[in-house]
């Protein structure tokens, strides 16, 4: 990992072009972002070996970005890791990160030090135009410990990490103990800090609280609308991967703004082709400031749409809208229809007696729901279920046979997401069908 020096020096140097970015026409945004892309393709036939057989000479424009593969972290891992480094990189020239692996699969990842120090100004800047104060205490609730930054030498962002993996309990008198202005944390942590906080420390907790900000996870209209409630304060989320680091983040107006000075974003069909904006598809990134490890073309696997410019916020960068999830992460019903996460974290959310849920389908088709009762007992665990199930019948016009778990609370991946849907199940290469119900 480079010094936090380099990427200092460059987070100080990116931030007055980084502050005026969103704010540039958007013609000029994807001239900007066009040469990007062909100084990135440029540096991937000279330097990368695995690209050494792209095709030579300039893009005419972003839409021909089309007319390249789309690279997956599967595609990555069997082509080699090392393929993909650039070469005659001295080791102090990037940093290393390494993906989560809530797929089940961790990638070692290279930035190198310039696009991460821009990205670090990104940062700044989505913290800052949230109303962020830099003086602000922050509770930050993460599975792992997290570096202590140059300016939180300096007495500014100050930051505790809340450790994830205890019990909503301890977390709850950890957060307390911090009070903070503002809590970061992935939105199945923060449904359970709220479970766990009585009326009176809640109000204790909102005297002094002013943001909230999510990431990491699907955070639904409705889970953000519930925070606000509860928190009482403006919920920010924002979308990143460690391949390609912050694609979007969250404005004033509630929208997501891609960060059109460091990505470009394409919506993808299953054949690979862009939709038009508005239609739901896959989610593929360009991170074109990328020289240590470049991805072109980065399909990351969820699903999302796009919007276009206009925002009342100011921001001309385009909006996105996740939905759904992760596009593998859904149950197959017996029709062949696909029930993605975001249905069944809509269920956890409304459905009486439920706090929480998991859903597994199995090779057979059967699915398991490990469920979080909000009340103690076998009978509102019951009723629970119950409700659950007939829930889900109504939201997909269907009989669903569901088999139920009692569990205590969400299972946490190792890098401290809720992984609420997997599946098994693939209709004729399993061999099988679900039961229909």
Same mark, same amino acid.
């Given at each position: ?38 100084? #990135?393709?440029?540096?991937? %036939?000279?330097? *990368? @070996? +695995?690209?050494?057989?792209?095709? =030579?000479?300039?893009? !005419?424009? $972003? ?90 030498? #300096?007495?500014?962002?100050? %930051?505790?990490? *809340? @450790? +994830?993996?205890?019990?909503?309990? =301890?977390?709850?008198? !950890?957060? $307390? ?261």
């Amino acid at each position: 990992m480079s010094g936090g020096l380099a990427v200092a020096v460059r987070e100080l140097r990116h931030l007055p072009a980084v502050w005026r970015a969103p704010y540039r026409a958007p013609e000029r945004t994807r001239a900007l972002a066009l040469e990007g892309v062909n100084a #990135l393709l440029r540096h991937c %036939r000279e330097r *990368v @070996p +695995a690209f050494a057989d792209y095709p =030579a000479g300039p893009l !005419a424009s $972003l839409d021909e970005l089309a007319g390249l593969p789309i690279l997956t972290k599967r595609a990555v891992l069997d082509a080699g890791v090392e393929s993909f480094h650039a070469r005659g990189l001295a080791a102090g020239a990037y940093r290393t990160d390494v993906t989560s692996g809530t797929t089940g699969t961790r990638l070692h990842i290279r930035h190198d030090v310039d696009a991460y120090g821009y990205h670090g100004a990104t940062v700044l800047r989505r913290f800052l135009l949230s109303g962020y104060r830099p003086w602000w205490r922050i509770a930050h609730i993460k599975p792992f410990p997290r570096p202590v930054r140059w300016f939180q030498r #300096l007495g500014l962002f100050p %930051r505790v990490v *809340v @450790p +994830a993996g205890q019990s909503d309990a =301890a977390i709850a008198r !950890a957060v $307390l103990a911090v009070r903070p202005q503002l809590i970061m944390g992935y939105p199945v942590v923060l449904r359970g800090l709220l479970r766990a906080l009585d009326p009176g420390e809640l109000a204790r907790l909102r005297r002094g609280l002013r943001l909230v900000m999510t990431d990491s996870e699907l955070l639904t209209d409705e889970v953000a609308a519930l925070f606000t409630e509860r928190f009482g304060v403006p919920v920010y989320d924002e979308y990143s991967a460690y391949e390609v680091l912050t694609v979007s983040s969250g404005c004033t107006a509630g929208a997501m703004h891609v960060d059109e000075d460091r990505v470009w974003l394409e919506i993808v069909d299953d054949a690979g082709a862009p939709v038009p904006d508005g239609v739901t598809g896959s989610v593929v990134v360009t991170h074109f400031r990328e020289r240590a490890m470049p991805l072109p073309r980065y399909q990351l696997g969820d699903r999302a749409y796009l919007l276009p410019v206009g925002c009342p916020c100011g921001s001309r960068f385009r909006r996105m809208k996740l939905v759904d999830g992760r596009a593998n992460d859904f149950v197959t019903l017996p029709d062949g229809r696909r029930v993605y996460s975001g249905v069944f974290l809509a269920l956890a959310m409304y459905t009486p007696g439920v706090a929480e849920c998991m859903v597994r389908q199995d090779e057979a088709g059967q699915v398991t729901v490990h469920l979080v009762p909000e009340a103690p007992g076998e009978a509102a665990f019951a009723a629970a279920c119950a409700a659950f199930e007939q829930a889900l019948g109504e939201a997909v016009d269907a009989p669903v046979v569901l088999r139920f778990v009692r569990a205590e609370r969400i299972t946490l991946t190792a890098g401290g997401k809720g992984r609420f849907v997997e599946s098994a199940y693939r209709p004729g290469v399993n061999g099988t069908r679900a039961e229909r119900g």
